[in-house]
């Protein structure tokens, strides 16, 4: 029980943190901004980054738009999915841990839009990319870690696997 109020310990805050950061952010634009109201603190910045209060019912990119419930559901069943996946982390796996944290907090973020307003809300435009959130940031990022945590352990095993059987076949190390 000691291990998975540990574990948990780690997971909530940094994921609650990010659902914080992620619906006051949303809250901030819905409340400044009309819908597709652009604003950017400084005019020539303007082109390359600025707030725009924008609507999505998809998912990334503004793809499979109108299927919000689906995606609903979706997030609540990755969200589930990770939050009992994690406790079957070792600790040792630190890296791996943050990145699902940080999915889970983007997930959650996103399901809280759905369920309550019917659409996710996304302000961040940089450049022609398309527009997106803390929430999608935060998911991104904690893929990008994960992948970045899984090579790291592969190359680690790898290491450890090469290093076990020049052991075996020279225990002395002669």
């Known amino acids: 029980?000691?291990?998975?109020?540990?574990?948990?310990?780690?997971?909530?805050p940094v994921a609650g943190l990010i659902i914080a950061?992620?619906?006051?952010?949303k809250s901030i634009v819905r409340q400044q901004l009309e819908f597709g109201e652009v604003w950017s603190p400084w005019e020539w910045i303007a082109p390359y980054a600025r707030f725009v209060h924008w609507r999505?019912?998809?998912v990334a990119f503004g793809l499979f738009q109108n299927q919000n419930l689906l995606f609903?559901?979706?997030s609540f069943l990755i969200s589930l999915v990770i939050f009992i996946f994690f406790n079957k982390?070792?600790?040792?796996v630190w890296l791996l841990k943050l990145a699902l944290s940080m999915q889970l907090g983007g997930s959650?973020?996103?399901l809280i839009d759905r369920l309550t307003i019917g659409h996710v809300t996304d302000f961040v435009s940089v450049g022609n990319f398309p527009v997106f959130n803390i929430a999608d940031a935060s998911i991104t990022i904690g893929v990008a870690l994960m992948i970045?945590?899984?090579w790291i352990q592969e190359r680690q095993d790898s290491r450890e696997e090469k290093t076990g059987e020049g052991e075996k076949q020279n225990p002395e190390g002669v």
Do not use: P
């Open 1 to 12: 029980m000691k291990k998975v109020f540990r574990n948990y310990a780690f997971m909530v």
């Open 56 to 58: 999505n019912t998809g």
């Open 21 to 25: 950061l992620d619906q006051w952010t």
């Open 89 to 92: 982390l070792t600790e040792d």
């Open 108 to 110: 959650v973020g996103n």
């Open 148 to 150: 970045l945590g899984i």
């Open 72 to 74: 609903a559901v979706l």
